[in-house]
């Protein structure tokens, strides 16, 4: 039988002694809930806290946790005397992302174009992790970056590569430039950097623009085959850098000035300021 009760700090202490026998606790998850919490963001929602026979809880530690991290009161859907046969089909739907809420509520979204607004909404400062926006700060990123992010994946559509980090950063360089006329250096510069186009000497020649996204055609494929990978908001991180030093026509006097994997990322920003 099925409740709608509402949870405090307290209680949430109280029923987090009977979790014996859970996962670990994912700590990133719980403080993902307890932000949206704390904005009054979260929704009873159809997934249940799950109580077995016993009393030990099955299911619902992370947002029990979250409510002891942020100290509010929530209403949840509470489930007791759960049988053991539905343990077997717990977890096992396929899970919906922003995107797919985001559509559900009628703002048309798919989860590359969520990935894309991600690394647009991520702080600079942050190192290696992308932010988790909430779905309302979601479409609010779409509403901002929505007409940059379709002409950057029209823009790249031809490479058959227009997910995720090269949307977004095409999408920074045309909000930076207000298609004022370089959209071709954008599409160039992903161009070399996937298939390295340009004659040899371009590839050699430092103080040739080609020079940089043959540098980052050269360096991605180093690390396939040492079946290594950056991080994905260092990844982009990098390619900002070195988008906006190809668009900006930067001339390097040696190898050593790009120093991938050292690339110097500056300090904010650069089509930001």
């Known amino acids: 039988m099925a409740e709608i009760r509402s949870i405090t700090p307290a209680d949430a202490r109280l029923l987090l002694e009977k979790n014996t026998a859970n996962r670990a606790l994912n700590k990133s998850a719980v403080h993902r809930y307890a932000m949206a919490m704390l904005r009054g963001e979260w929704r009873v929602g159809n997934d249940a806290l799950c109580f077995g026979k016993d009393g030990l809880l099955l299911n619902g530690q992370h947002r029990l946790n979250a409510v002891l991290l942020s100290e509010t009161t929530q209403q949840f859907l509470v489930r007791h005397d759960v049988e053991q046969d539905d343990l077997k089909a717990m977890d096992q739907g396929n899970k919906r992302v922003g995107a797919d809420i985001a559509t559900l509520l009628g703002h048309g979204m798919t989860r590359a174009q969520a990935k894309a607004l991600r690394l647009l909404g991520t702080e600079w400062s942050f190192t290696a992790t992308m932010s988790t926006p909430s779905v309302d700060e979601l479409i609010a990123l779409d ?131």
């Not at 490479?159 to 599409?187: C, D, F, H, Y």
């Open 143 to 273: 509403e901002e970056w929505g007409p940059y992010l379709g002409n950057a994946m029209k823009l790249l559509v031809s490479n058959k590569r227009n997910l995720g980090i090269p949307v977004a950063a095409a999408a920074e360089t045309l909000r930076w430039q207000e298609l004022n006329g370089r959209q071709s250096m954008v599409a160039d510069f992903f161009s070399i950097m996937w298939e390295n186009t340009p004659a040899t000497d371009r590839a050699t020649d430092s103080r040739h623009a080609d020079f940089i996204p043959c540098q980052f055609h050269k360096y991605t494929n180093e690390l396939a085959r040492a079946g290594k990978q950056l991080r994905t908001f260092n990844q982009y991180k990098l390619v900002i850098t070195g988008l906006h030093a190809y668009i900006c026509q930067h001339k390097l006097t040696s190898a050593k000035s790009l120093d991938i994997p050292g690339m110097a990322i500056p300090a904010v920003n650069p089509f930001r300021g």
